[in-house]
């Protein structure tokens, strides 16, 4: 059965200091790995698709990469709209139904 | 931008009765369905929906529960008669099935269910 974790649970940060966040995976067979942001009260937000180990892709202050067992979502400079709870998921084979983490819940301080 | 659209936003309910909850996925979206995430736990999944039926559904997914899409763009989860275990967010999603980005799900903004 597919497996997510993610570290840390929260995370608060003064707004322009760069941290990572962590998601850890155990899957039978790697078909994607996805990151959301949530924000309180709403569904998740697509943010990035990673396919392959060494993949990159960025969106603003965040940037999301991939190896065999992790992905780290790296913010640079945060400001105090990046809070919010990112989430990674990974899809299963077949449906594609997606086995997500706890989340990371990010609290950037002004 | 295309997004995929819940109603109702939040439906209060006595123990017992029945709710449906409507979703209207992206219009060339192939693939849909339901998530549920209760109150401070992960999002998980309930049951995926291709070609008019049930292509995989959770233990979560018990005899009290149904889908059906009614027509070309409604999308429904009935739960026939609600329990208090039932609260909680719930999540409609679809996905284009086809292409380089065949797998990436696109949410709603969710109903959330309280049950008294």
């Known amino acids: 059965e597919d497996q997510v974790t993610q570290s840390p649970e929260a995370l608060r940060l003064q707004e322009g200091e760069s941290s990572s966040l962590n998601c850890s995976y155990t899957?039978?067979?790697?078909?994607?790995l996805f990151w959301y942001r949530q924000d309180p009260g709403k569904g998740p937000e697509f943010l990035f698709t990673l396919y392959s180990a060494g993949e990159e892709k960025e969106k603003e202050r965040l940037k999301a990469t991939l190896t065999k067992k992790e992905s780290f979502l790296h913010i640079t400079a945060p400001k105090p709209e990046d809070s919010a709870t990112y989430l990674c998921a990974v899809p299963n084979f077949g449906n594609e139904k997606l086995t997500f983490g706890t989340g990371t819940r990010l609290t950037i301080i002004p | 931008e295309p997004e995929v659209t819940q109603t109702p936003s939040h439906q209060v309910t006595q123990m017992g009765q029945e709710v449906i909850l409507r979703c209207v996925p992206i219009s060339n979206h192939l693939y849909f369905y339901w998530y549920r995430q209760i109150l401070g736990q992960k999002v998980e999944f309930l049951v995926s929906f291709y070609n008019n039926e049930i292509s995989e559904k959770s233990e979560i997914f018990d005899d009290q529960f149904s889908v059906e899409r009614p027509d070309g763009s409604n999308f429904t989860l009935k739960i026939r008669s609600t329990k208090l275990e039932d609260s909680a967010m719930y999540f409609c999603a679809s996905r284009l099935a086809v292409g380089r980005s065949y797998n990436e799900q696109f949410f709603g903004p969710g109903t959330r269910l309280t049950v008294l």
């Open positions: 899957v039978s067979g790697l078909r994607g």
